[in-house]
């Protein structure tokens, strides 16, 4: 697969901190882009610069961002404009997992923490992105979406997956819209949904397992097939390797013999 026409061209990564932010970031810098991870964790981005070789090092750059804060988004799109010259590919891939059933007692504020990060987010990144994405004469955002936004798991062992299913069929419907939108104002934008199955990222670990034993969890999670992070970010790049004629609407990959 070769990128080589977006080596030296600025790409954005959110929730860059770990998993598939961080393995994309990795990626991306082994293929001379100019990467800035975004997170709230900027010492866990200085170790993945770490990771690299001097070379790569040089072009990867840490920024702190919460996605779930619009602000904070304005104020670094803005920072990365005048730094970089704006962006040419962005990556959306920050994103958290619901705590709670949604008829849980409490839950307001667990679901207004899953639907600012995964769709506001989403949407906030994507506007200010596209603002310098205009003045390019090729431009690509990926949403990181989820199988689970195009059919609702049930798996009675598995902790509450509440509004987190939700947000990603939106982020179908936004990645969709997005589309429609770029071709109304003339630009020379793609989107794609990429929708993975089961990744073995940091995500699980936040799920709420108030309700349920812990070790069967861990039990049930041992029998799941996984997708690495890196399997995710060789699909990034498969994407980026299509040519300027040839979009990707929707992209589903799973790990072999997942069941759900």
Same mark, same amino acid.
């Given at each position: =697969?070769?990128?080589?026409?977006?080596?030296? +061209?600025?790409?954005?990564?959110?929730?860059?901190?770990?998993?598939?932010?961080?393995?994309?970031?990795?990626?991306?810098?082994? *293929?001379?882009?100019?990467?800035?991870?975004?997170?709230?964790?900027?010492?866990?981005?200085?170790?993945?610069?770490? @990771?690299? &070789?001097?070379?790569? &090092?040089?072009?990867? *750059?840490?920024?702190?961002?919460?996605?779930?804060?619009?602000?904070?988004?304005?104020?670094?799109?803005?920072?990365?404009?005048?730094?970089?010259?704006?962006?040419?590919?962005?990556?959306?891939?920050?994103?958290?997992?619901?705590?709670?059933?949604? #008829?849980?007692?409490? @839950?307001?504020?667990? =679901?207004?923490? /899953? #639907?600012?990060?995964?769709?506001?987010?989403?949407?906030?990144?994507? +506007?200010?992105?596209?603002?310098?994405? +205009?003045?390019?004469?090729?431009?690509?955002?990926? *949403?990181?979406?989820?199988?689970?936004? *195009? &059919? =609702?798991?049930?798996?009675a062992e598995f902790p509450a997956f509440g509004i987190y299913t939700a947000s990603k069929y939106a982020v179908t419907a936004i990645a969709e819209q997005h589309r429609q939108?770029?071709?109304?104002?003339?630009?020379?934008?793609?989107?794609?949904?990429? &929708?993975?199955?089961? /990744?073995?990222?940091?995500? %699980?670990?936040?799920?709420?397992?108030?309700?349920?034993?812990?070790?069967?969890?861990?039990?049930?999670?041992?029998?799941?097939? %996984?997708?690495?992070?890196?399997?995710?970010?060789? @699909?990034?790049? %498969?994407?980026?390797?299509?040519?300027?004629?040839?979009?990707?609407?929707?992209?589903?990959?799973?790990?072999?013999?997942?069941?759900?």
């Amino acid at each position: =697969m070769s990128i080589s026409r977006w080596s030296g +061209r600025v790409a954005v990564v959110t929730g860059a901190s770990a998993g598939i932010g961080e393995a994309t970031c990795i990626e991306f810098c082994k *293929h001379g882009l100019i990467t800035i991870g975004l997170a709230r964790r900027v010492e866990k981005m200085e170790e993945i610069r770490k @990771s690299l &070789s001097p070379e790569q &090092s040089k072009l990867f *750059h840490a920024m702190k961002c919460d996605v779930s804060n619009e602000a904070e988004i304005v104020q670094v799109f803005a920072e990365i404009e005048k730094k970089f010259g704006g962006v040419d590919v962005l990556v959306n891939n920050a994103g958290v997992i619901a705590k709670y059933n949604m #008829i849980d007692e409490n @839950s307001a504020s667990d =679901m207004k923490r /899953v #639907i600012d990060t995964n769709v506001f987010g989403v949407i906030n990144c994507t +506007r200010e992105a596209v603002k310098t994405m +205009r003045k390019k004469n090729e431009a690509h955002v990926i *949403h990181i979406n989820s199988v689970a936004g *195009h &059919s =609702m798991p049930f798996i009675a062992e598995f902790p509450a997956f509440g509004i987190y299913t939700a947000s990603k069929y939106a982020v179908t419907a936004i990645a969709e819209q997005h589309r429609q939108e770029f071709i109304k104002e003339k630009l020379n934008i793609k989107v794609t949904s990429l &929708s993975p199955g089961a /990744v073995a990222t940091e995500i %699980f670990d936040t799920m709420n397992t108030e309700k349920t034993d812990p070790e069967k969890i861990k039990e049930f999670m041992a029998k799941i097939p %996984f997708l690495a992070s890196k399997d995710i970010a060789d @699909s990034i790049v %498969f994407l980026l390797s299509t040519p300027p004629n040839v979009l990707i609407t929707e992209l589903t990959i799973r790990p072999m013999n997942e069941a759900f």
